[in-house]
T-cell receptor
Framework: DQQVKQNSPSLSVQEGRISILNCDYT??????FLWYKKYPAEGPTFLIS?????DKNEDGRFTVFLNKSAKHLSLHIVPSQPGDSAVYFC????????????FGKGTRLHILP | GAVVSQHPSWVICKSGTSVKIECRSL??????MFWYRQFPKQSLMLMAT?????????EQGVEKDKFLINHASLTLSTLTVTSAHPEDSSFYIC???????FGSGTRLTVV
């Protein structure tokens, strides 16, 4: 039973355009949501997070939107840059720092020149 | 802050042998650490939660006798893959429950 779902295995975006990565979750107990960027044979790098009490969080080129009623979140990257090419994982947690983090399957983002 | 160090970064071992992977919190104390495994092109799957001074909690389907976890201090948790087989070849990653930072991972190849 997949609690965090990323239905797009891959996404290609032109450099300079907006990249939108989507994520859905099923567990209503999740209280905190995170996005990670990952390269092969490296640990995931934390990008941005959002608490369930908010609907938007912005950090530089990265913005995460949360629609709690739809159990949906998205990561917007604008403008997209070649260095953004990587696998992006959506993740969810209970909200406390010692809670488990549950990951989606990831979306591979290709930024085209 | 919240730096997590993982060692080794890669290891090759023969079938039947055991391999130990270390996860250290460098600038904080962590009573809880988490161990994940990632097969190629797949998600990061939580294997177990490591608790300092007590037994680890394993996720469903993870063999506790095969993946031994020891969390003897507030800054170190170890994962030992016992009697390793080729199907145990994977990327193992740890996280310390202080922040949302992960270790750099360990690539295990069993030949």
């Amino acid at each position: 039973d997949q609690q965090v779902k990323q239905n797009s295995p891959s996404l290609s975006v032109q450099e300079g355009r907006i990249s939108i990565l989507n994520c859905d979750y099923t567990n209503s107990m999740f209280d905190y949501f995170l996005w990670y960027k990952k390269y092969p044979a490296e640990g995931p790098t934390f990008l941005i997070s959002i608490s369930s009490i908010k609907d938007k969080n912005e950090d530089g080129r990265f913005t995460v939107f949360l629609n709690k009623s739809a159990k949906h979140l998205s990561l917007h990257i604008v403008p997209s840059q070649p260095g953004d090419s990587a696998v992006y994982f959506c993740a969810a947690s209970g909200g406390n720092r010692d809670d488990k983090i549950i990951f989606g399957k990831g979306t591979r983002l290709h930024i085209l020149p | 802050g919240a730096v997590v160090s993982q060692h080794p970064s890669w290891v090759i071992c023969k079938s039947g042998t055991s391999v130990k992977i270390e996860c250290r919190s460098l600038d904080f104390q962590a009573t809880t650490m988490f161990w994940y495994r990632q097969f190629p092109k797949q998600s990061l799957m939580l294997m177990a939660t490591s608790n300092e001074g007590s037994k680890a909690t394993y996720e469903q389907g993870v063999e506790k006798d095969k993946f031994l976890i020891n969390h003897a201090s507030l800054t170190l948790s170890t994962l030992t893959v016992t009697s390793a087989h080729p199907e145990d070849s994977s990327f193992y990653i740890c996280r310390a429950a202080y922040g949302y930072t992960f270790g750099s991972g360990t690539r295990l190849t069993v030949v």
